[in-house]
């Protein structure tokens, strides 16, 4: 069973509002990609350590306003995708 972010591939977009002022939030991307500056090439499965739900069911965006600069990080679910070999 392959699963799959929507956010990551662009299939959804966040909808979440800001607490602060209600401005819709801009994904910046995976948790991960923040580590260190190799990290957005390496295998994600090498970041999985539990931080807010971060394994193999779960991506973690960094999710920021742009009109105020609030950020956070929200935990997304994976998607089982429904692969066909033709």
């Given at each position: 069973?392959?699963?799959?972010?929507?956010l990551c591939n662009q299939l959804e977009a966040v909808?979440?509002?800001?607490?602060?002022?209600?401005e819709?939030?801009?994904?910046?991307?995976?948790?991960?990609d923040f580590y260190d500056p190799y990290s957005p090439y390496l295998d994600q499965e090498i970041?999985?350590?539990n931080y807010l739900?971060?394994?193999d069911d779960h991506c973690v965006h960094l999710l920021a306003c742009g009109k105020c600069g609030y950020e956070k990080f929200s935990a997304y679910r994976r998607q089982w995708e429904?692969?066909?070999?033709?």
């Open positions: 069973m392959d699963y799959t972010c929507l909808t979440e509002s800001c607490p602060n002022c209600g819709i939030m801009e994904n910046l991307g995976l948790l991960q970041y999985q350590d739900q971060n394994d429904k692969t066909t070999i033709v």
